[in-house]
C-alpha cells in the first residue's frame, strides 16, 4: 500500500509567499532557470512594438458557416500567443463586472477562508493529494519545476454533474450564482 506524496512547497500560496515582508525579488521556482528561455530587455518600454492580443468573435463560430477566417485567426492565435481574448459571446459588460468583482472579493479573503477551498486534500490511503480543483497552486513534482507566480482558483462548471461543490466558495454569496450564469 502506497501512501499519496504531494511536493513539501505544493501548499506554499503565492500571496503568503509575497506577504512576508522580506521579498525583493520572486524566489527561484518563480525563475526560468536558463538564460536563453528568460524574456530579454533590448529596448526601453518606449522603443517596444505595441503588441496586441489577438481577439476571436466567438459568434463567427458558433453558426454551421462558421468563418474560415475567425477560425483560422482562433488557429493562429492559440499557435503564436496561446491566448486569446473573446468577443461575441454575448454576455452584457454588467454581469462581466459582477463576475471580476465577485472574484476579486474572494481572491481578497483572508488566507484562512479561503483555504477551505484547498487543492491539496486527504487521499483515501492516509496521505495528502493535488487535485486541480479548489484554491491553490499549480501542481508541484519537482523541485526544478518554474511555477507561475499566482494562486489560481479552478473550478469545474460544466458538465454540471462533475462539479464539486466542496471547492466552490460560499463568499461571496454571489460568485456561485454568476459562475452558474456564466457557464450557462
Not at 518606449?46 to 489577438?54: R, V
Not at 459562475?179 to 450557462?184: G, H, P, Q
Amino acid at each position: 500500500m502506497s501512501v499519496s506524496m504531494v511536493h513539501q512547497a505544493q501548499g506554499q500560496l503565492v500571496q503568503e509567499v509575497a506577504a512576508d515582508g522580506v521579498l525583493h525579488a520572486p524566489p527561484s521556482r518563480y525563475v526560468l532557470k536558463k538564460e536563453q528561455d528568460r524574456p530579454t530587455a533590448t529596448a526601453t518600454t518606449a522603443q517596444l512594438p505595441e503588441l496586441s492580443i489577438p481577439t476571436v468573435d466567438v459568434s463567427r463560430l458558433a453558426d454551421a458557416d462558421a468563418d474560415p477566417d475567425e477560425a483560422a485567426k482562433l488557429r493562429s492565435a492559440l499557435r503564436s500567443w496561446g491566448l486569446f481574448a473573446v468577443s461575441g459571446h454575448g454576455m452584457p459588460e454588467p454581469f462581466l463586472d459582477a463576475v471580476l468583482g465577485a472574484s476579486r472579493t474572494f481572491f481578497h479573503l483572508p488566507t484562512e477562508a479561503k483555504q477551505e477551498y484547498i487543492n491539496v486534500v486527504d487521499a483515501d490511503d492516509g496521505g495528502r493529494k493535488f487535485q486541480p480543483e479548489g484554491y491553490g497552486v499549480d501542481r508541484m513534482d519537482t523541485d526544478e519545476q518554474v511555477l507561475d507566480w499566482c494562486d489560481r482558483l479552478y473550478l469545474q462548471v460544466q458538465p454540471e454533474e462533475e462539479r464539486q461543490p466542496r471547492f466552490w466558495p460560499n463568499h461571496p454569496p454571489d460568485l456561485g450564482e454568476l459562475l452558474d450564469e456564466f457557464s450557462a
